[in-house]
Structure formats: structure tokens, C-alpha cells
């Protein structure tokens, strides 16, 4: 019954990213259009799927388990950006596709693929998890990861502390304080966030979709060092996490599935974002986004069926 489970969920996100790959293949969507899809999922429906599943009932438990999650992510990172400059070295990569190594083994697509999939997996109260390390994940990303971006070609470092307020950040921010003062949004408000919310997991998929229809599949066999990135990515990062883990606790309740899980998450699209701002190597960050997208819906089964889902 499990493993069933787990790939009922997934079998019916993979449905999901079907129509994206037919409308790509039938140039029914161009590109442009497709920003503004992007947009609609970053900007609306995706904060107001984090500010639903925050409104949730205010407990001093899950004030302290948001404060374990927040703990454990940190050591997580500080692992991760040890182990990732001596492994992307070891591979003889340039000194540019270090840092963008870096940044990609750091920060995962937890946001516009882990929240669907947890949803999917878990159910609603896992997003509320799934938020605080999107939160975590966004501080570091508009410090750390933007630091490691511009180091990547030569650029002066400076932090764009205004980026932090993204609108998904807001969401965030918004459905924590909420929480926090036990405010319960009225019922016309808040059935309205709940409708849009929820409109978050089958626009993502389809966006999914659609990029994976423009993908040129010969050109991800030629360069080794995506494959490593991907692999890495989805298996060592994880496994990673699940070490870590496993030194104070053996049975993994919600909160320490949702942890392992958001790190088995593929390479966050921020780092093709980053890549093309900062005028870097985008076409080695594009194709390992798009190869690491693709595999997870073989590595993440497999993740949560260890983990028992």
C-alpha cells in the first residue's frame, strides 16, 4: 500500500506535466506567454498557497518544531557548501562552475516543485514545514548564493537585501504572522486565498512540462559535469541530510521527512535565473536544471519510500 501511495502522487504530478510537454511540442504557448504563467505562480498563487496552510490552529509545538527545522537546515548548509567546493574541484571544473556548483548543490527547488510534491506526498500541514525552509532558503539564496553567483564571474559582491521582500517571501512573512497572532482570515478572504492556493500545483506542473518540451536531449550527453551535478544533487544531498539526521533520532516523524525531502528537491530554476543576470555560464546551469527536473521523479519514490512517506 506504500508504495502504491507514493507513486499514486506522483503518477498524477507526472500527469500533470503532460500538457505542459504537448503545448510546448505544439507551439500552442511562446515563451513570453509562458513568463507570465511563471509569474501568475510566483507572484499570486504561490504565496497564497503558503498563507493558507499557515492558517493553522497556533501551538507552542510547532513554534518549537519550525525552531528544529531552522536548526537542522543550517547544519545541512554548512555541510553542503564544505563538501561542494573540494567536490567540484575533484571533477576539474573551472573556477566559474564551482561557485555555480556550489550554489546549485545548495539551493534546490523547494518552493516551485517541493511544495506541490509535499502536498502531494504529506498533505496540507507538511506545506506549513515546507515554507519555513523556503524561508530559510530564501535568506541564504539573496546572500550566500547571490555572493556565490557574482563570484562566479569576477563581479563586485554586493547583497540585494530588497530582492529578500520577494512576493513569496511576503507570503511567508505574512501567513507566519498570522500564526503567530492566532488571526484567522474571514471566511471570503480566505476561502479566496485557499481557491488560488490551490491552482499553485497544477500550474507548476504544467510550467514543468513546458520547459522539459523545449529541451534538447542530445545536447545533455555531451557535458559529464551536468551528470555529476544531477546525481549528486538528488542522491548525495539527501543522503546527506539523512546522516545528519540520524545522529539524534532514528524514527523520522513529519517534520524530519519534509527536511530530507525539500533537500532531495532537484536544482532550484534561481540558479538559471542568477546565471543569466550575472552573465555566467547558463547554458551548463540551464541543462543541469532541466536534467536534475527530469530525474527526480525517480530519486524522489525513492526517498519517500525509504522514508517510509
Not at 511567508?172 to 492566532?182: I, P, R, S
Request: charge should be positive.
Amino acid at each position: 500500500m506504500l508504495i502504491q501511495s507514493i507513486f499514486q502522487s506522483l503518477a498524477m504530478l507526472f500527469l500533470l506535466v503532460l500538457p505542459g510537454i504537448f503545448f510546448r511540442k505544439k507551439q500552442w504557448m511562446t515563451e513570453n506567454q509562458s513568463q507570465g504563467v511563471n509569474s501568475i505562480i510566483i507572484n499570486l498563487t504561490w504565496p497564497c498557497l503558503v498563507i493558507d496552510a499557515m492558517q493553522m490552529k497556533y501551538s507552542v509545538q510547532i513554534v518549537k518544531d519550525s525552531g528544529y527545522i531552522f536548526l537542522v537546515c543550517m547544519a545541512v548548509f554548512v555541510l553542503l557548501f564544505a563538501f561542494s567546493f573540494p567536490l567540484a574541484k575533484g571533477l576539474k571544473m573551472t573556477k566559474q562552475r564551482q561557485y555555480l556548483t556550489t550554489f546549485m548543490l545548495l539551493f534546490g527547488n523547494t518552493g516551485f516543485i517541493g511544495i506541490p510534491v509535499m502536498k502531494a506526498l504529506y498533505g496540507g500541514e507538511a506545506v506549513f514545514y515546507v515554507a519555513i525552509v523556503e524561508l530559510i532558503n530564501d535568506i541564504l539564496i539573496f546572500t550566500v548564493g547571490i555572493l556565490l553567483i557574482q563570484m562566479s564571474v569576477g563581479a563586485d559582491l554586493h547583497m540585494q537585501w530588497r530582492q529578500l521582500l520577494s512576493p513569496g517571501m511576503i507570503g511567508v512573512l505574512l501567513g507566519l504572522f498570522c500564526f503567530l497572532a492566532k488571526i484567522t482570515l474571514p471566511p471570503v478572504i480566505g476561502d479566496a486565498v485557499k481557491i488560488m492556493g490551490n491552482a499553485t500545483t497544477p500550474l507548476t506542473m504544467f510550467m514543468i512540462g513546458f520547459q522539459l518540451g523545449g529541451i534538447c536531449w542530445k545536447d545533455l550527453w555531451k557535458d559529464r559535469h551536468i551528470y555529476a551535478v544531477a546525481v549528486v544533487k538528488l542522491l548525495a544531498v539527501p543522503a546527506i541530510t539523512i546522516l545528519l539526521l540520524c545522529l539524534w533520532t532514528r524514527e523520522f516523524s513529519l517534520l524530519e521527512k519534509v527536511v530530507v525531502m525539500s533537500f532531495a528537491m532537484p536544482v532550484g530554476s534561481v540558479s538559471a535565473i542568477f546565471s543569466k543576470e550575472y552573465k555566467s555560464d547558463e547554458t551548463f546551469v540551464v541543462k543541469a536544471v532541466m536534467l536534475s527536473t527530469v530525474l527526480c521523479f525517480l530519486t524522489i519514490p525513492f526517498f519517500a519510500f525509504f522514508l517510509g512517506k
